[in-house]
């Protein structure tokens, strides 16, 4: 496959090139046409919390991320740029930010994880309902979605709302930065909206005319997986790619993550265990769920269905136990030039497993599916003398995968069967303790991927797709996805877990039934906005 550069010449493509814009950091490897990582680079960057339950971002910390770690992962992959074929970009769902008509940024992105609009859910419970809400957008009422974030914009800031040309996600500004002159978005990045009509898969104007908010202030929705332009001169200069190569939609990250899965077809599913996890499952059409358990979107393949579930502090309960108590594993990371996170994993593999009864609640903001407890916290429960630091590491990882399991039930049930294969992803994936930890907690096998970096992997399966380097979007899956080791079950384990896992979930419904968090949230409101 060759492509037409800046000066007119046909170069060989060897290479493409997938960015994941997340939401602690920015990650860009360049693959071979086979899927293998040649080159990766990571840079990360904070989310800024202006009060308790806010989240917010400043975009440009990505774009200057984008812009050194493609040219670090050329630099490491020891390639020439001109023999890269096309870039497709995975980012955050549900961040969004307001956008002048030079494409600039008006303020910090709100942030997917953002608890702000607790006073707006109530209001489409009340004017809306919940039923006709779910009918349309094929998920749960839910202060995580950026739907009730968008009346709250509209109710408390007038004037940024007046003053916007258009609200965005940060992929198609990026896009926008490397050069295309599009507008556009794609459902496969609208998961996590929550104002897009499943039916249709495009924005929901009754939802829209519900809060007031004009049509016109949204990008059209097209299609993911195809170009939207070249990368331009300036964009050259700043980043190392090419001038001239070819920038495609890639989507939403978990969306692009089931494709870097191979999760295309029903009955496969994949877990991504990143800041957040997410299951996401490719289904064939929206399926009954009167418990409005789980929610469905837009995949990433054009024109198709998934259905997911969300826990969003899965991994960043992690990170939060590395920066508040891991600092001895910190330093002997450090002296040993080691990742923080397999020491921290070697230490939690002291313990036996069930934590010897101690179970770690990893509600850091909110529960999510199925739940959807906006102001769901963490905790700690069984703790006592006897427990150490190897124990809390563990039950961190457990905790996480409890959670995980509350998901996997809901899904199952609304599929109305079990999955034929669960796959594993992310960052968490590549812990060989936290799989069989998540293997022993499902009391199922669980599939490994060559690649854990499965979003990355997906933007650039969908940037090769859209860029024409392969015959078809399935073809690139068939060729670049390598599915590995099936992890097994220790079913002894199993049915201790079983009974952790039962006190876990029953001990989350107590307190969500009792009013504890609302009460809590109230409180922290009071006394510490």
């Known amino acids: 496959?060759?492509?037409?550069?800046?000066?007119?010449?046909?170069?060989?493509?060897?290479?493409?090139?997938?960015?994941?814009?997340?939401?602690?950091?920015?990650?860009?490897?360049?693959?071979?046409?086979?899927?293998?990582?040649?080159?990766?680079?990571?840079?990360?960057?904070?989310?800024?919390?202006?009060?308790?339950?806010?989240?917010?971002?400043?975009?440009?910390?990505?774009?200057?991320?984008?812009?050194?770690?493609?040219?670090?992962?050329?630099?490491?992959?020891?390639v020439d740029p001109k023999e890269i074929g096309s870039v497709g970009i995975s980012s955050q769902r549900g961040t969004f930010f307001a956008i002048?008509?030079?494409?600039?940024?008006?303020?910090?992105?709100?942030?997917?994880?953002?608890?702000?609009?607790?006073?707006?859910?109530?209001?489409?419970?009340?004017?809306?309902?919940?039923?006709?809400?779910?009918?349309?957008?094929?998920?749960?009422?839910?202060?995580?979605?950026?739907?009730?974030?968008?009346?709250?914009?509209?109710?408390?800031?007038?004037?940024?709302?007046?003053?916007?040309?258009?609200?965005?996600?940060?992929?198609?500004?990026?896009?926008?930065?490397?050069?295309?002159e599009e507008l556009f978005t794609d459902p496969a990045s609208l998961a996590l909206n929550g104002m897009m009509d499943v039916a249709t898969l495009d924005w929901s104007k009754e939802l829209l005319d519900a809060i007031d908010f004009d049509i016109n202030k949204l990008p059209p929705v097209k299609e993911p997986a195809r170009q939207v332009g070249t990368v331009s001169k300036e964009a050259s200069d700043l980043t190392g790619f090419a001038e001239g190569m070819a920038i495609c939609v890639g989507g939403g990250d978990q969306q692009c993550a089931a494709i870097g899965c191979g999760v295309t077809k029903e009955g496969t599913a994949e877990i991504t265990i990143g800041t957040a996890s997410v299951m996401v499952a490719a289904v064939d059409g929206v399926k009954e769920d009167p418990a409005h358990e789980v929610i469905f979107s837009g995949h990433a393949v054009p024109g198709h269905m998934d259905m997911e579930g969300l826990a969003y502090a899965t991994g960043v309960a992690l990170r939060w136990w590395r920066d508040i108590y891991g600092s001895p594993e910190v330093t002997v990371a450090k002296a040993a030039d080691v990742d923080p996170y397999d020491i921290i994993c070697m230490e939690a593999a002291k313990s036996p497993?069930?934590?010897?009864?101690?179970?770690?609640?990893?509600?850091?903001?909110?529960?999510?599916?199925?739940?959807?407890?906006?102001?769901?916290?963490?905790?700690?429960?069984?703790?006592?003398?006897?427990?150490?630091?190897?124990?809390?590491?563990?039950?961190?990882?457990?905790?996480?995968?409890?959670?995980?399991?509350?998901?996997?039930?809901?899904?199952?049930?609304?599929?109305?069967?079990?999955?034929?294969?669960?796959?594993?992803?992310?960052?968490?994936?590549?812990?060989?303790?936290?799989?069989?930890?998540?293997?022993?907690?499902?009391?199922?096998?669980?599939?490994?991927?060559?690649?854990?970096?499965?979003?990355?992997?997906?933007?650039?399966?969908?940037?090769?797709?859209?860029?024409?380097?392969?015959?078809?979007?399935?073809?690139?899956?068939?060729?670049?996805?390598h599915p590995t080791e099936m992890i097994t079950p220790n079913m002894e384990n199993y049915k201790m877990y079983t009974d952790m896992y039962e006190i876990f979930r029953d001990a989350f419904l107590a307190w969500r039934d009792k009013d504890i968090y609302n009460r809590l949230n109230t409180v922290c409101e009071k006394y510490w906005n």
Not at 107 to 112: A, E, F, K, P
Not at 116 to 130: F, L
């Open 1 to 78: 496959v060759f492509w037409q550069n800046a000066n007119g010449g046909r170069i060989m493509i060897k290479y493409v090139a997938g960015i994941d814009a997340g939401t602690t950091g920015l990650k860009t490897i360049i693959f071979d046409l086979q899927g293998r990582a040649i080159g990766k680079d990571y840079e990360e960057y904070p989310c800024i919390t202006p009060r308790v339950g806010w989240v917010e971002q400043d975009v440009y910390c990505l774009w200057n991320a984008l812009c050194h770690t493609v040219k670090g992962a050329i630099a490491n992959a020891g």
């Open 353 to 481: 497993a069930g934590s010897r009864g101690y179970i770690f609640f990893p509600f850091f903001s909110s529960q999510v599916t199925p739940y959807y407890h906006d102001n769901a916290r963490g905790g700690s429960l069984g703790i006592s003398l006897a427990h150490n630091r190897a124990d809390m590491a563990r039950g961190v990882l457990e905790g996480g995968g409890y959670e995980l399991r509350m998901i996997v039930e809901a899904m199952e049930r609304v599929l109305g069967k079990p999955f034929d294969v669960i796959r594993l992803s992310g960052g968490g994936s590549k812990s060989p303790l936290w799989r069989q930890i998540l293997a022993d907690i499902f009391g199922r096998p669980v599939q490994c991927l060559e690649m854990a970096d499965c979003g990355v992997l997906g933007a650039a399966i969908l940037g090769a797709s859209g860029a024409g380097i392969f015959e078809s979007l399935q073809d690139a899956v068939d060729t670049m996805v």
């Open 100 to 180: 002048d008509e030079n494409w600039e940024p008006l303020h910090n992105s709100i942030v997917w994880s953002d608890g702000r609009a607790v006073e707006e859910v109530q209001w489409i419970k009340e004017n809306i309902g919940v039923e006709k809400y779910h009918k349309i957008s094929g998920a749960p009422v839910s202060g995580a979605w950026s739907y009730a974030k968008y009346k709250w914009v509209r109710d408390h800031q007038p004037e940024l709302y007046e003053k916007a040309w258009k609200f965005v996600n940060a992929q198609e500004w990026l896009l926008h930065k490397l050069g295309s």
